[in-house]
């Protein structure tokens, strides 16, 4: 009786350590040292955005013609709608999101959720002053894109951005070059 129920304590102590480290890491939205622009404007920055240049991660593999779509919701929350082109299985894709703002809106520092109640970091680190340009991190140095609103960014914008990055600890040499096709 006393080893079942020491091992009852040991079973229900680690999936409560396990739960615990699972809440706080879902909980970090930016990587230590790096921070959001702030005053950010949520109205300039909504629109179309085009994907410039990513870390590659599962979800975005193979894909090109990369965009991104921010609208407001009603509740104050930013609607995402991300679309591309997965050219390994030859389709449209798109996935339909949700993002918060961590702490205030005029602070580019949001949490984005497309599954459910688990949301990932969201964060626009460099934006220029006409909101055409952006650099956004996730909530670790494996997430990080760069976004325009065109299809090509000028050589300008991306060394000073590749730059930033690299000052944050990115190792920019991982970023995937974005392809814009007209026909597909």
Same mark, same amino acid.
């Given at each position: 009786?006393?080893? &079942? ?13 396990? %739960?615990?480290?699972?809440?706080? &890491?879902?909980?970090?939205? /930016?990587?230590? %040292? ?38 407001? &919701? ?35 520092? @949001? ?32 997430? @990080?894109?760069? @976004? ?22 990115? =190792?920019? =040499? ?9 026909? /597909?």
């Amino acid at each position: 009786m006393i080893k &079942n129920k020491n091992t009852s304590l040991l079973v229900g102590g680690s999936i409560l350590a396990l %739960g615990t480290l699972l809440v706080m &890491n879902s909980c970090k939205t /930016i990587p230590k %040292g790096v921070t959001a622009v702030q005053p950010f404007d949520t109205d300039k920055y909504l629109g179309h955005w085009y994907e410039i240049a990513r870390m590659d991660f599962h979800f975005e593999k193979n894909i090109i013609n990369a965009t991104a779509d921010y609208s407001l &919701n009603e509740d104050g929350t930013v609607k995402v709608v991300n679309r591309g082109y997965n050219v390994k299985k030859k389709e449209h894709v798109e996935s339909v999101g949700k993002a918060k703002f961590v702490d205030s809106p005029n602070v580019g520092k @949001l949490k984005v959720s497309f599954f459910g109640p688990f949301y990932a970091g969201y964060n626009v680190v460099a934006i220029d002053p006409d909101y055409q340009y952006a650099l956004v991190a996730g909530k670790n140095h494996n997430y @990080l894109w760069i @976004l325009s609103r065109k299809p090509e960014l000028p050589q300008q914008i991306k060394e000073e951005y590749i730059s930033k990055a690299q000052a944050l600890g990115y =190792d920019t =040499d991982k970023l995937v070059w974005s392809q814009h096709l007209d026909e /597909i």
